[in-house]
């Protein structure tokens, strides 16, 4: 049987590598159940992640990309999902009115 983690990343415009920052996972390797893998957001999806209840980083902008990646053991069988969410210009404002 598959298990399955999920983790966001944050990658602002000013990233001093021109990576996603090494820190600050936001969901703490998540673990999700296979039903659950629909809900997750494709490329060019808009996302936010607020995590500030737990004193956690909060971002908000478009998935530029997801890892897929796989594990696989004796008895095991591991994918952990990686979402990179890249900040973005566009007036949140206009995608939903709250």
Request: proline share 5%.
């Amino acid at each position: 049987m598959m298990a399955y983690g999920l983790n966001y990343q944050y990658f602002p415009k000013n990233s001093p590598n021109g990576r996603p920052l090494d820190s600050g996972a936001a969901l703490l390797d998540h673990p999700v159940k296979a039903e659950e893998l629909v809900l997750l957001p494709n490329v060019g999806d808009y996302v936010q992640v607020d995590n500030s209840v737990r004193g956690g980083d909060t971002f908000a902008g478009k998935v530029r990309s997801k890892l897929f990646r796989y594990t696989v053991t004796n008895d095991q069988q591991w994918c952990q999902i990686n979402i990179v969410v890249e900040e973005d210009d566009d007036d949140w404002g206009l995608l939903i009115k709250e």
